[in-house]
């Protein structure tokens, strides 16, 4: 059974930077991609970026990049999601996934963490 925890969130000024971190557990991940999901109220969830665990290939949704940037450290088993120039409209709550496919929907992905709290002041 695959789990995963995210850490990280928290308060910060527009502007600011902040890390999340998903530490993962289960079965090998060398197949697997990672994702990381946002949804804020009244939203729906949003893909925010992806990685895959075996090439590193990266992508990113359109509204933050150039600005967030996701990573994994194999050894640790933890994928990463640098954020910088954070917006007000980055406000969300931030989900860890893992999938088999390249997907970027959020339908595609069969493992979720519990979430973690991001809110960006003006």
């Known amino acids: 059974q695959v789990q995963l925890v995210e850490s990280g969130g928290g308060l910060v000024q527009a502007g600011g930077s902040l890390r999340l971190s998903c530490a993962a557990s289960g079965p090998t991940f060398s197949n697997y991609n990672m994702g990381w999901f946002r949804q804020a109220p009244g939203k729906e969830r949003e893909f925010v970026a992806r990685?895959?665990?075996?090439?590193?290939?990266?992508s990113y949704g359109d509204s933050v990049k150039g600005r967030f940037t996701i990573s994994r450290d194999n050894a640790k088993i933890t994928v990463y999601l640098q954020m910088t120039s954070l917006k007000p409209e980055d406000t969300a709550v931030y989900y860890c996934?893992?999938?088999?496919?390249?997907?970027?929907?959020?339908?595609?992905?069969?493992?979720w963490g519990q979430g973690t709290q991001v809110t960006v002041s003006s």
């Open positions: 990685i895959s665990w075996s090439s590193g290939s990266t």
């Open positions: 996934a893992a999938t088999y496919s390249s997907t970027t929907r959020a339908a595609g992905y069969r493992y």
